[in-house]
């Protein structure tokens, strides 16, 4: 479990993500429990920006094939990935394998099922899905 700093939420990790960080202090045995993971590089305990952990997520997107960077200047041309994406995409895959939509909406702090089911993608997909199945669009 992990605790927001900012909102003192409880948050609960998978077994895969449990097996990685025990890994990871197998490896590091000094590490800190009560230090940031994913530590910047200024100061004695401070976390990374938003924008580095931008960074971070779009190299290793690049390094499995997901982006595309132009060349010539580096820039993303396909796939850009960003940090509030992960979260929408846990909400959607969570609802579509029965997740009910009042835990995500506890889970992201919303206050009517419509936006859950906005932010998570479900209207647009279920009118895709419509128009995919009438042959028509």
């Known amino acids: 479990m992990i605790t ?3 909102t003192s939420k409880k948050n609960y990790l998978g077994d895969i993500v449990v097996k990685v960080i025990e890994n ?4 590091y045995p000094g590490f800190n429990l009560d230090s940031y993971v994913f530590k ?3 100061g004695n305990n401070h976390p990374i920006t938003r924008q580095q952990a931008y960074r971070i997520l779009n190299n290793a997107a690049e390094i499995v094939g997901i982006i595309e960077r132009d060349d010539k200047k580096g820039t993303i041309i396909a796939g850009e990935i960003r940090t509030h994406i992960c979260r929408k995409t846990f909400g959607y895959h969570a609802y579509q394998n029965g997740t009910s939509l009042e835990l995500l909406m506890d889970i992201f702090n919303h206050s ?4 859950t089911l906005r932010y998570i993608g479900i209207k647009e997909d279920q009118k ?3 128009y995919l199945q009438s042959n028509l669009g």
């Open 4 to 6: 927001e700093e900012k």
């Open 24 to 27: 990871y202090l197998k490896e």
């Open 40 to 42: 910047s590089r200024k």
């Open 112 to 115: 009517s099922k419509s936006q």
């Open 128 to 130: 895709k899905e419509v």
